[in-house]
């Protein structure tokens, strides 16, 4: 009971499950399809057939977008990159491309993203599709290097965009959430290769907190973790230097990224799950545990980490200027409601953008992302965060854990009714609807 080889449909009925493993599906079938041209044969007969079409990357939302009873697209033979233009400051990469593929592709070719998530196990289309973003002052999200892209739409055409070319497309197709047409390609702006240095540092959540627009200022990417239960935050500062590279020592990365933030971090939240009274005190002991360190290397070694312990998230973009104000009420909620929170809550940053549904759309954001270990009961949590949001005019992530439905991103995006009416022109059937589409975008 496998997935379909390459170019081939498989008519089992096998579940998939996202990465959290919060959302699962039972697709009527499983297509992986080799070429665009067999992508396109999928879409048509699907339509013919009165299913459904969505196409999945790795999994790594944690809301329904891609989930589908009808036939489900894995991307997943249609990868690697297909041309660099260096006179333009471009890369065209196929959609089911492992952004970490991409990454050292790339760096091989002496070219780098100039900003990026902080991590890398999505497909260029997945990341992009849900608004993936990293934190910074000047450089935006990953859908906001798009330079152009190709779509395969509901009558099975190929539809290729830009700012030149349907650029009413372009403009909201960079961030589609799969309701316009599946992506096939992706053309990115890069640029030269450079180095980063980051410097972390351990924070009080006071001052970190007071000193936040100050912080913002002086750094290109700025973002900081905040510990529930104590008042210890981390921060961590990027801004491009001269290099060379001096990448953490081995022992160093052994014991901050793998023991302390993937196995002795797993292993913490597993006990604070079964005895979540210890969670206050795991929490303390864990905010001192890191210590301050700096270093430098090429962007997709500094931007990104591994990140293996599984958890569900929410995360809310915010206008800039109230994210502090919202932290500090979260910070209040938290204190007082008896909830055992193990994750740590991480605030980052992005300039305003012009992409119809981005979270950034028309306003400079910060978000501030809450999370919970696997198999946690989380909605108490997240349903007290929401409202703090919400009342702060927030925007939830499109591949995240919200509620939010049609009539709230109405008004909290001006540009809303613009995209419902590109939709029914491109997909008046619904053929890349479903549920969670029905929810955010109405009928």
Partial sequence: MGTATAGQSSRERTAWHNWAGNITATPARTVTPASVGELQETVRRAAEDGLRVKAVGTGHSFTAAAATDGVLVRPQAMTGIRSIDRAAGTVTVAAG??????????????LSLTNMGDIMEQTVSGATSTGTHGTGRDSASIAAQIRG????????????????????????????IGALGIVTAITFAVEPIFFLTAREEPMGFDRVTAEFEEHFAENEHFEFYWF?????CNTKRNNRSQGPAAPPGPVSAWIEDELLSNGLFQA????????????????????RALSARTYTDIPYKVFTSPRRVRFVEMEYA?????????????????????????????????????ITLSTASGRDTA????????????????????????????RPHWGKV???????FAEAYPRFGEFLALRDRLDPDRVFGNDYLRRVLGD
Wanted: charged share 20%.
């Fill in 97 to 110: 491309t492992v952004m970490k593929d991409l990454n050292q592709a790339l760096a091989a070719a002496g």
């Fill in 149 to 176: 892209l190709e779509l395969v739409t509901a009558d099975g055409r190929l539809l290729t965009c830009s700012e030149k070319e349907n650029p009413e497309v372009f403009a909201a197709a960079r961030l589609g």
């Fill in 228 to 232: 529930p239960h104590t008042g210890n």
């Fill in 268 to 287: 913490v939240n597993s006990l604070g799950r079964a005895v979540p009274a210890t969670i206050p005190s795991i929490a303390r002991v864990a905010s």
């Fill in 318 to 354: 915010l206008p800039r200027g109230q994210v502090v104000e919202a932290l500090r009420e979260l910070r209040a909620m938290v204190d007082r409601s008896g909830l055992r929170i193990s994750f740590p809550v991480e605030v980052r940053t992005a300039p305003a953008d012009d």
């Fill in 367 to 394: 978000y501030i992302a809450v999370h919970m270990y696997k198999s946690t009961p989380y909605h108490a949590y997240f349903t007290a965060a929401e409202a703090i949001f919400t009342a702060h005019g927030g």
């Fill in 402 to 408: 919200h509620t939010r439905d049609a009539g709230y």
